[in-house]
T-cell receptor
Framework: GAVVSQHPSWVICKSGTSVKIECRSL??????MFWYRQFPKQSLMLMAT?????????EQGVEKDKFLINHASLTLSTLTVTSAHPEDSSFYIC???????????FGPGTRLTVT | GENVEQHPSTLSVQEGDSAVIKCTYS??????FPWYKQELGKGPQLIID?????GEKKDQRIAVTLNKTAKHFSLHITETQPEDSAVYFC?????????FGQGTTLQVKP
């Protein structure tokens, strides 16, 4: 159990375009979802936290107008990178937690390359 | 806020030996401490966790110990196998979000 999926697993886009990444909890209801960014050989950096039906809470330094997060249902959250630039190229990973649960499960990640 | 330090950054062991990774945290209010294994190009996988009301937890070859007074916790892997080679992250959480350590690259030599 406790499976989190992400789609797509990798995406290449041109500079200036927008990209949407989906995150789904497959066998549990995720009241809270998290989006992380990871650069090569580095740790995970939390970008934002979202609770189902509420606006996401962004970490300091993360532009909310650039990284749009939607958590409209208990099994789906989306991250849209708007007007992507090469410096947005990274490994984006979502994570989900069930209400009242301590465990936090991660998706397989999405490799974004902006050319 | 919480700060998590993880050591060592790299660890190389011979197959069959034990591996120990240590983490310290700063916020005494933190009460949940998971460990994740991340293979290249994949998302982190939860391998074991411990809550602040427990001092030790074991799951087959993996164990975690917690010293609340000293604010440190450790991951112990016994009888290491080549497939244990990966990056391991510790994390600490108080009320909301996980704060991760810097990661340890474990290499198990056959």
């Amino acid at each position: 159990g406790a499976v989190v999926s992400q789609h797509p697993s990798w995406v290449i886009c041109k500079s200036g375009t927008s990209v949407k990444i989906e995150c789904r909890s497959l066998d549990f209801q995720a009241t809270t979802m998290f989006w992380y960014r990871q650069f090569p050989k580095q740790s995970l950096m939390l970008m934002a936290t979202s609770n189902e039906g509420s606006k996401a809470t962004y970490e300091q330094g993360v532009e909310k107008d650039k990284f749009l997060i939607n958590h409209a249902s208990l099994t789906l959250s989306t991250l849209t990178v708007t007007s992507a630039h090469p410096e947005d190229s990274s490994f984006y990973i979502c994570s989900a937690r069930e209400w009242g649960g301590a465990e936090q499960y991660f998706g397989p990640g999405t490799r974004l390359t902006v050319t | 806020g919480e700060n998590v330090e993880q050591h060592p950054s790299t660890l190389s062991v011979q197959e069959g030996d034990s591996a120990v990774i240590k983490c310290t945290y700063s916020d005494s209010a933190s009460n949940y401490f998971p460990w994740y294994k991340q293979e290249l190009g994949k998302g982190p996988q939860l391998i074991i966790d411990i809550r602040s009301n427990v001092g030790e937890k074991k799951d087959q070859r993996i164990a975690v110990t917690l010293n609340k007074t000293a604010k440190h916790f450790s991951l112990h892997i016994t009888e290491t196998q080549p497939e244990d080679s990966a990056v391991y992250f510790c994390a600490a959480r108080d009320t909301g979000k996980l704060i991760f350590g810097q990661g340890t690259t474990l290499q198990v030599k056959p």
